[in-house]
């Protein structure tokens, strides 16, 4: 039996059927752990599943000498140093696909609540102020005819733009990796950032964080968008350069702005919270009592298969040379 260390409780039962083969330590709800603090909490675990709040420093795999496997409970792993874990030979695994459909669909409600002005709708009645029907009550922007910008065509942006037919949007997507297959969505490949940005009325972000990506979204990219433009963003908050989002809708550049993630999160830009034409998500994206189970699930299977002398099921890293 090997030892494994979770940071959270997780829903449904996969961490049952874990437990059936091996020692869990599994800690209570709480904030979350970052660097030696983790460390500790790992031990001499052989396995750690961690949530995408957790920072996994070069620390951890120094500190936990029987660590074999980090299985992210997400799918995005910028809290985990990768270089460390495969240098360090550990796996680190993610949960691609199992929540694709439940993040594009948060995605589109953010944009139609943002274009349709949804909350401050909702707000208004509640406050009592709905007076009755008016020809010019809460106008937002029609979708139809619009194009939509897609920022990263992975599994997600693809899931995103199969979703535009039926708003009638044209997609145009960007992105650094070769996409290879649509999956069924009609876009088409604008050849640079800038020229995607510059035709987009409403634009969806769905690349990873990186060194790349950190601030891909920031003053000057944020002045292509055409006037009135929405942006949305439902990858990670860092993507953005939230001080320049939020002077591009004070000067009245933005249309709308539909967060689900931020910079320094969990905490908002004080310039967008007191917005009315932003609507802000707690991080919701995969949050569906399925896609959650279906993560857990994942995250179990991966533990398994590496505590069985197998390989995940759906590695990010490969280590150099893997502990025994
Ligand atoms: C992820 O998986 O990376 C999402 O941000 C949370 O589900």
């Keep these: 039996m090997s030892e494994v260390a979770v940071t959270s409780p997780l829903p449904g039962r996969a961490l049952e059927r874990l437990a059936e083969r091996h020692t869990l330590r599994v800690r209570p709800k709480g904030p979350a752990l970052s660097g030696r603090d983790l460390a500790v909490f790992t031990g001499r675990a052989d396995a750690l599943i961690c949530l995408l709040a957790d920072r996994v420093a070069a620390e951890v ?6 660590l074999a496997v980090v299985a992210n409970y997400a799918v995005g792993v910028n809290n ?42 909702d707000r208004l009645v509640r406050s009592g ?71 987009s009325h409403v634009l969806s972000l769905h690349c990873p964080l990186t060194a790349k990506t950190r601030h891909l979204l920031d003053e000057r990219r944020l002045r292509l968008l055409p006037r009135g433009a929405i942006v949305v963003n439902t990858s990670r908050g860092e993507v953005v350069d939230e001080e320049a989002l939020a002077r591009a809708l004070a000067s009245g550049h933005l249309g709308g702005v539909g967060l689900d993630v931020y910079e320094r999160e969990p905490a908002v830009h ?12 707690p991080h919701l994206g995969s949050a569906t009592g399925e ?34």
């Design 61 to 66: 795999f120094t500190m936990c000498p029987r």
């Design 80 to 121: 985990i140093d990768l270089e460390a874990a495969r240098t360090s030979g550990v796996w680190v695994t993610n949960t691609p696909d199992v929540l694709t459909d439940a993040t594009a669909d948060l995605t589109w409600s953010l944009i139609l609540a943002v274009a349709r002005r949804v909350v401050e709708g």
């Design 129 to 199: 102020g709905f007076a009755g029907w008016k020809p010019d009550l809460l106008l937002g922007v029609g979708l139809q005819g619009k194009t939509l910008g897609i920022v990263g065509m992975g599994r997600i942006g693809r899931a995103v733009a199969r979703r535009a037919s039926g708003f009638g949007m044209w997609v145009c997507y960007h992105s650094h990796r070769d996409v290879r297959s649509l999956e069924g969505a009609e876009a088409e490949c604008v050849p640079s950032l800038d020229a995607l940005l510059a035709r």
């Design 270 to 281: 004080p310039g967008l919270l007191g917005r009315h034409d932003v609507v802000l998500l």
């Design 291 to 324: 896609a959650r189970a279906a993560m857990a699930n994942l995250a179990v299977d991966n533990v398994l298969a590496v505590l069985g002398g197998k390989p995940p099921l759906t590695p990010v890293v490969k280590p150099l040379v893997p502990r025994s």
